[in-house]
């Protein structure tokens, strides 16, 4: 009897090749699209602190009678900020070094974030000027500009 079953090294090798093709064309489209997913989540919570800002300028304007934004843009936005997943935001005047991590540096003005894939966004932060005729809130720039 003549039992020959199996696969030929040739068609081993076809395969090898083709899954190669594959995984060549799917991992840069799976980098790019967590990428994405990483910027839309950054912007959901820049959103989320804009509307606390917002809402501590209508605070202001009850208050002083004037709208304006907080030194730190941190302050007075955790409700904001609560309904979006954040791993912690801090002060400390330092660029992240935990995956997740937000920072406000007072030195430079920027809020900074890190990806899970180490790397660092920023966003320039000025508070405003809450004093004078040309009184204006404050503005948050695009990202790393």
Do not use: C
């Amino acid at each position: 009897m003549n039992n020959k079953k199996g696969f030929t090294l040739i068609e081993l090798i076809m395969v090898t090749i083709i899954l190669g093709i594959l995984a060549a064309v799917a991992i840069p489209r799976y980098m790019s699209t967590v990428t994405k997913a990483e910027e839309a989540a950054e912007d959901a919570v820049l959103n989320a602190i804009k509307a606390g800002l917002e809402s501590y300028a209508t605070e202001q304007l009850m208050a002083d009678g004037r709208r304006s934004w907080p030194a730190n843009p941190f302050e007075g936005v955790s409700d904001a900020v609560s309904g979006v997943q954040v791993t912690g935001y801090t002060t400390d005047d330092a660029v992240p070094d935990v995956d997740g991590e937000w920072t406000y540096q007072t030195s430079a003005t920027k809020i900074w974030h890190q990806r899970d894939d180490n790397t660092r966004h920023f966003w320039v932060y000025t508070q405003g000027t809450s004093t004078g005729d040309n009184a204006a809130v404050g503005s948050l720039g695009a990202r790393d500009q």
